[in-house]
C-alpha cells in the first residue's frame, strides 16, 4: 500500500525558511518522479518541484526557482523540500506525490499522494 506522509508544514514570516518531508513507503520509485505540489484557495493546483527516479534530474516551477531545493536521502524513502526566502504567494498546503515527470508540468496524472501541510507565509 502506498504511503506518503508529509510534515513540516508551520507559519512564518516572509523572507524565513521551513523545511518539509515526505515519508514514502509501498512503491517502487523506478518508475515514477516524486515530488510536490502545491494547492493555495481558490486556485489550481501548481508542480512545486520533483526528482526523477535516479536522482540525476530536478524541476522547480519558475515561480520558487533559486529559493526551492528539493532531495532524497540515501535510502530513497524520504524526501524534502527545503524553502527559503518564502513569500506570502507560497502560501498553500503542501502535497507530496507520485506520478509521471510530465505531470509535475502539465497537471496530470498522479500515481498517489499525500494528506498535505499547511504553510502559511505572513507578517
Known amino acids: 500500500q502506498v504511503q506518503l506522509v508529509e510534515s513540516g508544514g508551520g507559519s512564518v514570516q516572509p523572507g524565513g525558511f521551513l523545511r518539509l518531508s515526505c515519508a514514502a513507503s509501498g512503491f517502487n520509485l523506478d518508475h515514477y518522479a516524486i515530488g510536490w505540489f502545491r494547492q493555495a484557495p481558490g486556485k489550481e493546483r501548481e508542480g512545486v518541484s520533483c526528482?526523477?527516479?535516479?536522482?540525476?534530474?530536478?524541476y522547480y516551477a519558475d515561480s520558487v526557482k533559486g529559493r526551492f531545493a528539493i532531495s532524497r536521502d540515501s535510502a530513497e524513502t524520504t524526501i524534502y523540500l527545503e524553502m527559503n526566502n518564502l513569500k506570502p504567494e507560497d502560501t498553500a498546503i503542501y502535497y507530496c506525490a507520485l506520478g509521471p515527470w510530465g505531470s509535475w508540468l502539465d497537471g496530470g496524472y498522479l500515481a498517489a499522494w499525500g494528506k498535505g501541510t499547511r504553510v502559511t507565509i505572513s507578517s
Open positions: 526528482i526523477n527516479p535516479s536522482g540525476s534530474n530536478t
